[in-house]
């Protein structure tokens, strides 16, 4: 398992298995895609100082939640795509110089509408779990016609 998550997606050769969806993430600030299929996909964060919630070396809740949005819309892979909604549980607590693992599986798809359940993993141990809603629009979100809310 190991030597599979310590190459990045972007150097492996299959050609049909490439991000077309959160393209523009920068760095690592967010996890690294280390595998992507049809319905699936893992990313590793490796977490750093800049990620620190307190003195104590909590890691902060929301790049935990944003690798793992990440994994979820990499997992629909669609350019279009964009995130309706989550329930998510965090189960344990990280610290910052953890790597955790966040694997994403698209469950269900009907139309538009995608479901994703990500788990998040810390030796060996689950310390996240997400239910993640998504649409795939026919066009770019930006450019959707969306309701207006008052």
Sequence with gaps: MQEEIETPLKEKKEEEHFLKTYDKVPGELFG????LRAG???VILT????MRADSKDLLNAGVIFSAALLAAMASVNDPNAAPLSSEVEFLAP???GDVLYFEAYEKYQKGKRREIEVIGVLNDMKIFTATFIALVFE????KSKLPKYK
């Design 139 to 142: 066009e770019h979100i930006l």
């Design 47 to 50: 977490t750093n100082e800049e």
């Design 32 to 35: 690294r895609l280390v595998e």
């Design 40 to 42: 699936y996909a893992k």
């Design 94 to 96: 990280a610290k910052v």
